[in-house]
């Protein structure tokens, strides 16, 4: 594990950490209060599609990730192989999917953050968490589920879910939603992918980063409505009904009109079958500053003093319960 040591901005430092992964390096960046107290549940945050980490965090210290460590919180924020900082980048003959990402990225993190933890614990005679809480943005949190339905070992070993425009299958009709997906994703990403290898999604200012093959196609059939692993045939959907889901908060956003849409949001709390979930809706109507988009929700400016404090409060509820128990 190598370090890069960014500096401190507003009371917060960040520090990128790479965890070596098969011929390179996850990038995993680390954002911890002036007084950071490793016993406290760590919190780990994964982007969506043609995305990376960094809609979670900034080096001026806006966004969600920044605003928990400011609030007390150890934050970590992955960029899944390829992908951000991650080593090496998405281009012609990158393979992975969003199979490895599933099975080997998200497992090998969730270790790395707890040892980091029992390590540090120790040296200061405290004791270590036992669990993550982990937070996802749109298709961040279908892997994080699906990670969670296949590996009971995790499902121990998380104590909570929190997604913003998490959805697993698109439902909703619309001319947006015919234009962007149905045109688009399903069929002119597919053919720009077989050109040039991968989805230059930057590039064509469609997304923060780019996409491979793999997990262009593997996302497409997942949204259509299959739910098994690609490259072994495991079935998530069956496995979801066994899980032992840990208790969740499903944010959508009211002008978030295709790619997590309200409605498919619900459908996603449904298919899981969680049960201890809570579903919010930001829009004005129910209080809130604006009526959210797909990426507003983290990235908007009034977010920071509308519903990241209720997220704050959330998080910091968990460790109220734990003093009345």
């Not at 090998?108 to 980091?116: A, C, H, P, T, Y």
């Not at 913003?164 to 939603?177: A, C, E, L, Q, Y």
């Not at 690609?230 to 944010?251: C, E, G, N, S, V």
């Amino acid at each position: 594990m190598t370090q890069l040591i960014s500096g401190a901005t507003s009371a917060i430092s960040q520090t990128s950490l790479y965890i070596p992964y098969r011929d390179g390096q996850l990038h995993l960046r680390q954002l911890l209060p002036a007084q950071a107290n490793f016993s406290k549940t760590p919190i780990l945050m994964l982007h969506g599609a043609m995305s990376n980490g960094r809609v979670f965090y900034s080096q001026s210290g806006r966004g969600l990730g920044c605003f928990l460590a400011k609030a007390g919180f150890v934050v970590y924020v992955l960029d899944t192989a390829g992908r951000g900082l991650s080593i090496p980048k998405i281009t012609r003959g990158f393979t992975l999917g969003q199979g490895e990402v599933i099975r080997e990225q998200i497992p090998l993190v969730q270790q790395f953050i707890l040892d980091l933890h029992q390590t540090t614990c120790q040296g200061l005679a405290v004791t270590a968490p036992s669990q993550v809480h982990w937070c996802a943005h749109s298709w961040g949190g279908v892997l994080m589920a699906s990670s969670l339905a296949r590996y009971p070992e995790l499902q121990l070993s998380v104590r909570s879910l929190l997604t913003f425009g998490s959805k697993r299958t698109i439902r909703v009709k619309s001319f947006k939603k015919w234009l962007m997906v149905d045109v688009f994703w399903n069929r002119l990403a597919p053919s720009l992918a077989m050109g040039q290898g991968y989805l230059a999604a930057d590039k064509l200012r469609v997304g923060m980063d780019n996409e491979s093959r793999a997990s262009l196609t593997q996302s497409i059939d997942w949204v259509r409505g299959e739910w098994c692993d690609h490259d072994d045939r495991f079935d998530y959907a069956k496995a979801a009904a066994d899980t032992q889901w840990p208790k969740a908060w499903f944010i959508a956003g009211q002008n978030d009109t295709v790619l997590g849409h309200p409605e498919d949001v619900a459908d996603m709390i449904t298919e899981c079958g969680f049960k201890r979930v809570k579903f919010t809706l930001l829009s004005k109507a129910n209080g809130f500053k604006q009526d959210y988009g797909h990426a507003e929700m983290l990235t908007h400016l009034d977010a920071a003093s509308d519903h990241f404090p209720l997220i704050r409060d959330w998080y910091l509820a968990f460790d109220l319960c734990v003093l009345k128990d």
